[in-house]
């Protein structure tokens, strides 16, 4: 408690950094936005990182001393595309590069920037993209937790969607005026099958007047079990071993 | 001391979970519910006291198909074929084989057995949900033999509400005028028949012409409008005696008188002085209200369930346009506001919709709009059709039509139809003559 509320006394924080608007030629992780896995070869990077670090941990070696980088700092567009031209330069003379990075400084390097080799450098980029993004590949507590905390990718979902889609038998006589949401969780086997479903609002289904409602939540439960093993991602069982689906037919029961 | 340091621990301890992934589902199949209508089983001496009875040779498949007919009419169902049923029907009322069922695509089943009771026709039947694997419902009934169809009937309003959550509309009857001869020279006569247009029975010779039948929606009675001498008059019919009394002579042009929803009131329009207005009478003391007085020609009452508003046709603001007003004539609103004509409202028995017709560039069709006339829907549309008339569900309507005569005059007939609020459930509905003014009753077991 005590560590707590130390952290959380104003002096403490943070100042935030202001920064720089940027125009990003740079490929960066964005799968905490979209959910869209990791392309392999970065997946396997990441893994390597993370093995790596774990590695470290569990051998208690000492501490390793690394020069203070911002990890969250966004470098200038002008250093992004030294980067990539310094890759691309590797490629061709990997001995000259070695040589230009340890001689050359970070600021100096905007001496060597072509502006006329942009197109070039952009195009190089996509081959090389996951040795330029090597760096900022050493992933931070941040983005591990969005990784692990992500839920189904949007191609994911839209496959599920679709699935039951096709199950789910509408009752056509229900009103579409009135507030008919029923909410399922599920426990699901990592093939897709159904442990167990459970209707969230399941009081309101023995509530008098409530007839509509029980007959969407019938409905929804013979669309799971039609439908199951349901589509699910063949990885990260974990991530959606439970799940809940939200049946709301008020928008195609209103036409 | 311990304690404070287990909560500290646990305090700080990192805990690792998931958040619940949620998956909207806002679409899915609007095709008709497959449904397994099993035959009701019978045993062999019901069977054979029932064919001396009834002379139908196996009334538990007649009744089943009662239902099945019912059930595929609405357009919510689709009752599955009977030759791909892997369980015989007397086995699967005792305990259906759901995997059978299920194979065949069921999604409910319907089982049942029939018997003869101390001279009664005795019915049970259950609902199943296969993919559940559980009975919705069971129920048992007992009439006189001859009512078997009504059964059929009960059994498919129970099994509807139990699926779609409102009350069925198959238990019901429609009143309305059967036609026949010549189109210049027409005898109409009143009629009555089930909804799915069996047991039609004519109420009147065809002496008189006869119009509008409309039913109480809290019991059997029909009020009608019929000429007698070239005057109009407003009767009352009770359809279970057979009794009939005059309500009032009335001048001029009388149109549709229509009841109230407590059924203690008839409201109709007539001309007086040379304008049609909107008049109420009570049935008890036969006092008659003036609900309208403006110069234009107000016509086609129809009260909204609760009785607190009324909804007419009126051409006040230059052409027929549909309004709403307070029941005592107060707070007039006009509410339709599209393009042509509109007529005929009629208000929903569930109160969220009223229905109309409509005559726009020739052509006539049949709407719903909410009833502050937003919301407008044109379900249906041909060359000349109107009158539609609510089922008690406020789920489908009937109306009639009528087909073009060609250059001869010949080729004109009126029938009935029906639709449904989607639109694309469209019917005919069979009757033995020409028929045109359908009304539908409130249902017969409540």
Known sequence: MIIITAMSLPFLSKKPIDLPPLVSVELIQISDQTNIPFAPKAKKIIEKVKEKEKKLVSEQAPPKIVKKVKPDAIPLPDEKIDKIKKIKDKKQNPEKIDNEVKQVSEFEKDELFDPSNIAALIDKSKVESAEVTDKTDKITQDQEKNIDFAGLSLSEEDALKAQIFGCWSIPLGLPYDQNLLVRIKLQLKPDGSIIRSEILDHARMNKPGQGFYKVLAESALRAIKLCQPLRVPSTGYEKWKDLQLNFDAREMLEG | ?446
């Open chain 2, 1 to 446: 001391m311990l304690f404070r340091y287990l909560l500290l621990l646990f305090i700080l301890l990192p805990i690792k979970s998931f958040a619940l992934i949620e998956v909207d589902i806002t679409r899915g199949n609007l095709s008709p519910l497959p449904i397994a209508v099993s035959p009701l089983s019978i045993d062999e001496k019901s069977k054979k006291d029932f064919v001396k009875i009834l002379k139908k040779e196996n009334i538990g498949s007649e009744i089943s198909a009662v239902v099945e007919n019912n059930l595929r009419q609405s357009g919510l169902f689709n009752p599955l074929n009977k030759d791909a049923f892997l369980q015989k029907a007397d086995i699967a009322n005792l305990k259906p084989r759901f995997e059978d069922w299920n194979l065949i695509k069921a999604q409910a089943l319907i089982t049942g057995k029939v018997t003869l009771v101390d001279e009664k026709l005795r019915v049970e039947f259950r609902l199943w949900d296969v993919l559940a694997g559980k009975e919705m419902i069971a129920l048992a009934f007992t009439t006189v033999p001859s009512n078997w169809r009504r059964v059929g009937h009960i059994i498919t309003d129970k099994v509807y509400e139990r699926l779609t959550g409102e009350k069925g509309y198959f238990d019901t009857r429609i009143i309305y005028v059967a036609e026949e001869g010549p189109k210049t020279k027409r005898i109409k006569k009143l009629a009555i028949m089930d909804q799915d247009g069996f047991n039609n029975k004519f109420l009147t010779l065809g002496n008189e012409l006869v119009l509008t039948p409309r039913f109480n929606p809290t019991n059997q009675m029909v009020t009608y409008l019929s000429y007698f001498r070239n005057l109009p008059r407003v009767y009352l019919l009770d359809i279970e005696t057979g009794m009939q009394e005059v309500v009032g002579d009335f001048p001029g042009m009388t149109f549709a008188p229509r009841f109230s929803p407590d059924g203690k009131k008839i409201i109709m329009s007539f001309a007086k002085d040379g304008n049609s207005d909107i008049y109420t009478m009570d049935l008890e003391n036969r006092i008659v209200e003036r609900i309208t007085n403006h110069p234009s020609i107000d016509t086609s009452p129809s009260y909204s369930p609760d009785g607190k508003y009324i909804t007419f046709n009126s051409d006040r603001s230059k052409y027929q346009q549909i309004y709403v007003m307070n029941s005592n004539g107060k707070n007039v609103k006009r509410i339709s506001f599209g393009n042509g004509l509109y007529g005929t409202p009629v208000w929903s028995p569930r109160g969220d919709l009223i229905a109309f017709t409509k005559l726009h560039k020739g052509k006539f069709y049949i709407g719903v709009m909410r009833t502050d006339g937003t919301g407008e829907r044109l379900l249906t549309e041909n060359f000349y059709q109107e009158a539609p008339s609510w089922s008690p569900n406020g789920r489908v309507l009937i109306f009639y039509r009528e087909t073009k005569t060609n250059s001869k005059g010949e080729g004109f007939s009126a029938k009935l139809w029906s639709i449904d609020l989607t639109g694309y459930n469209e019917r005919l509905v069979e009757t033995k003559t020409d028929a045109s003014d359908p009304s539908w009753s409130s249902l017969l077991s409540k």
